[in-house]
């Protein structure tokens, strides 16, 4: 199954103490690389969420995860009072009225606008409870993201073999011509000898000449690569349609086209032929910037 590294994810939950929001976002990215934005009083959840999201087989992407975790009214966190404080801080703020003849205003609100007398008392960490209480918001949130995956790289996969399709119509092109425009060489290659000898009065030996030009024109045969090739593609077509992760895989078979064409147009000097491997190496390269989508 093709998978794109770009997606996004959406969901909101609630228990009868806590509402949540998931957000999953991702990119291109050789491994997997995930961040978590949580609250702080929840970070022992971070390796969980991580841990699931492998689980669901996400194995390459950055992935960004925003976790919002909002307290109810029926929150169990307790407000105390620190009274000691409260008392000590007011009769400050007395004798400083009164050392500076200062106005009283002292009343409740400007009092509480000092947070130092209060404290927040929450219940025990129970990562468990917490993890169940939030993980079918994150389900949610991961199968809108796994929806967009899959349509996505359902979208790169026909692009792909639409664009490989394209390259082994060029390659059957110059298989069907390869074996002519060699011959035109090797015929090219003996008149040329057979012009520079007699400019140079020089004895003709056309047993010699015939071997030689057999010899240079061997070296310009691509009958391996064209092989080695067709091997590649049916490496593609099989990966291309398994049910596993195949950005990596298919990286690798491309790379390997790119090395077999470059070695033919190195060996090819037919004008069509040269013209054909510049378009072949221009589709390849559009076919690597894809796979750089693909997970």
């Not at 969901?11 to 491994?31: Q, W």
């Amino acid at each position: 199954m093709a998978y794109s590294m770009t997606a996004y994810g959406k969901a909101t939950g609630s228990t009868e103490t806590k509402n949540y929001i998931v957000e999953l976002k991702s990119v291109n990215s050789r491994f997997f690389d995930c961040t978590i934005k949580i609250p702080t009083q929840y970070g022992h959840l971070e390796e969980k969420i991580k841990s699931y999201l492998q689980s669901r087989g996400i194995s390459r992407g950055k992935i960004s995860v925003y976790v919002g975790i909002d307290q109810t009214a029926t929150s169990e966190n307790e407000i105390l009072l620190n009274e000691n404080y409260a008392s000590q801080y007011i009769a400050a703020l007395r004798t400083l009225a009164e050392k500076f003849g200062l106005r009283d205003d002292i009343s409740v609100m400007r009092v509480a606008s000092n947070r130092d007398i209060f404290s927040f008392k929450s219940p025990p960490e129970d990562t468990e409870k917490d993890w169940n209480d939030i993980l079918p918001t994150i389900k949610a949130a991961t199968d809108s993201f796994l929806e967009m995956r899959m349509s996505e790289g359902e979208n790169l996969r026909r692009d792909l073999c639409e664009k490989t399709e394209q390259v082994t119509r060029l390659i059957d092109f110059i298989k069907e011509h390869a074996d002519d425009a060699q011959e035109v060489y090797r015929a090219r290659l003996e008149q040329k000898l057979r012009n520079t000898l007699e400019t140079l009065d020089y004895p003709i030996d056309t047993q010699r000449i015939l071997t030689e030009c057999a010899l240079f024109a061997d070296k310009t045969a691509i009958d391996e690569e064209l092989v080695r090739l067709d091997s590649h593609f049916l490496a593609f077509k099989q990966a291309i349609n398994s049910d596993e992760a195949m950005g990596r895989k298919l990286d690798f078979i491309f790379q390997e086209v790119n090395r077999e064409v470059n070695t033919i147009g190195s060996k090819v000097s037919d004008i069509a032929l040269t013209k054909t491997v510049v378009e072949i190496k221009t589709m390849l390269e559009k076919i690597r910037e894809q796979l750089q989508n693909l997970e």
